[in-house]
């Protein structure tokens, strides 16, 4: 069936360097994507979202890029902190409300 | 945690025995989820609800029932507890379809 996908399940950065998440999604039904940060023992943490009518989006520290032509998405964290360390979830709604797909998630490491 | 308690929060239980775990919201969302995460599987949809006794299945929802009553609680039954089912067990909640999920902390559930 469809899914979402990451490229690399480990993402090893420097303290103050940007980080750059990739996660790349099959299912061209899907219209809003959503970024998740999971710590440990924690349940996972909306970070960012975005929806098929936009190509990037951004936050605090965090932008969301979307390639529709290539079914991609990407988050990008600027200035990579400690505290940005966990495993990081991309998800698509596959154009059914409700319904989210969950990739299985990239683990960022942050190094000092 | 937006409003959201589940509970227990750890339960080790004997095959073949049911089991419910509660998921209880004070936000007042619409729609409420189950998500089961294991390694290498990221996060997989149960069964969810877009209303008061209004559910849907999820992708992986044999063995799984849910139930729910008010808007305020969300029952997820395990009828007769498998080894296959010991996992990560998360409540979200969210105001509607195409918005962000806010999730609970978690059950670990063992089933020996």
């Known amino acids: 069936g469809e899914s979402v996908g990451l490229h690399l399940p480990t993402l090893s950065v420097q303290e103050g360097d940007n980080s750059i998440i990739n996660c790349a999604y099959s299912n061209s039904a899907s219209d809003y994507f959503i970024w998740y940060k999971q710590e440990s023992g924690k349940g996972p943490q909306f970070i960012i979202d975005?929806?098929?009518?936009?190509d990037k989006r951004q936050g605090q520290r965090v932008t969301v890029l979307l390639n529709k032509t290539v079914k991609h998405l990407s988050l990008q964290i600027a200035a990579t902190q400690p505290g940005d360390s966990a495993v990081y979830f991309c998800a698509e709604n596959g154009g059914t409300a409700s319904k989210l797909t969950f990739g299985t998630g990239t683990r960022l490491q942050v190094t000092l | 945690d937006a409003g959201i308690t589940q509970s227990p929060r750890h339960k080790v239980t004997e095959t073949g025995t049911p089991v419910t775990l509660r998921c209880h919201q004070t936000?007042?969302?619409?729609?409420m989820y189950w998500y089961r995460q294991d390694p290498g599987h990221g996060l997989r949809l149960i069964h969810y609800?877009?209303?008061?006794?209004?559910?849907d299945k999820g992708e992986v929802s044999d063995g799984y029932s849910v139930s729910r009553s008010k808007t305020e609680d969300f029952l997820l039954t395990l009828e007769s507890a498998t080894s296959s089912q010991t996992s990560v067990y998360f409540c979200a909640i969210a105001t509607g379809p195409n918005t962000e999920a806010f999730f609970g902390q978690g059950t670990r559930l063992t089933v020996v």
């Open positions: 609800s877009y209303g008061v006794k209004d559910t």
């Open positions: 975005i929806r098929s009518n936009m």
């Open positions: 936000e007042n969302h619409r729609y």
